[in-house]
């Protein structure tokens, strides 16, 4: 699950880095609100937290613009103000929730929960399964067959990717996107190293990633009958 953090404060934006990742979240941080909506713009993103007062574009106007082009993220609103008023004004503008700062970590997580329950693309104890690969998303667990054995998080995130599309083609260009962020500077042949690995760990009889030359990969699989 990868999340969009816009938030302009660069030590509470590195604190909140630290804790989405320990929970097995994928983060890629704007700091002002231009840059926010360059990247949100993408939908790339399963989930966007979105302070309310941003350097160049404040945080609703942000938001209004998002949900004006189709762009149906869920949005968790921080904001440092707590009236009445600004929670309607954020609820309107189209935030799935809203939190007031300072908040604390357990609440935060809480809430990204049930954002990624709401948004359908996630829960908890969500698992994934093609053929007879089931992956726990969340736990960065892959059981193939009786064998349970725990992935990195950049292995997790692109099998998911795999699992979530199986028999399509998944270019390299996506993988990127999804796997390292849209501000990184992995080069495409990481992609190549991390397949690699993922074909060891996957060691089943009845899936495989196959290369597509010069376009990326496709996870196969055989229906499980059992
Ligand atoms: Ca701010």
């Known amino acids: 699950m990868r999340i969009l953090l816009i938030e302009d404060e660069p030590r509470l934006s590195e604190a909140l880095t630290y804790i989405l990742k320990k929970n097995k979240y994928g983060v890629d941080t704007a700091f002002d609100g231009e840059t926010g909506q360059a990247m949100a713009e993408t939908g790339v993103y399963d989930l966007i937290i979105l302070d309310r ?11 209004k613009e998002l949900r004006s082009q189709g762009i149906a993220t869920p949005v968790l609103l921080l904001t440092a103000r707590d009236s009445i008023q600004d929670r309607i004004e954020g609820l309107d503008a189209g935030a799935d929730d809203y939190l007031v700062k300072p908040f604390s970590t357990e609440e935060l997580l809480a809430r990204l929960r049930a954002l990624g329950r709401r948004s359908g693309s996630q829960i908890q104890d969500e698992q994934l ?24 998080l950049k ?72």
């Open 155 to 226: 292995e997790s995130l692109l099998l998911e990717l795999f699992m979530r599309n199986p028999g399509q083609v998944i270019t390299k260009e996506q993988i990127l996107d999804r796997v390292w962020g849209l501000d990184s500077e992995v080069e495409a042949n990481n992609v190549e190293i991390y397949v690699h690995y993922l074909r060891k760990k996957l060691n089943s009889p009845k899936t495989r990633i196959e290369t597509v030359r010069g376009i990326g990969y496709c996870l196969k699989g055989e229906p499980d009958v059992s």
């Open 53 to 63: 007062m941003l350097p160049h574009k404040e945080g609703v106007s942000l938001l």
């Open 129 to 152: 399964k093609v053929a007879e690969l089931i992956l726990k998303p969340l736990h960065c667990e892959l059981t193939v067959g009786n064998e349970t054995v725990k992935l990195t």
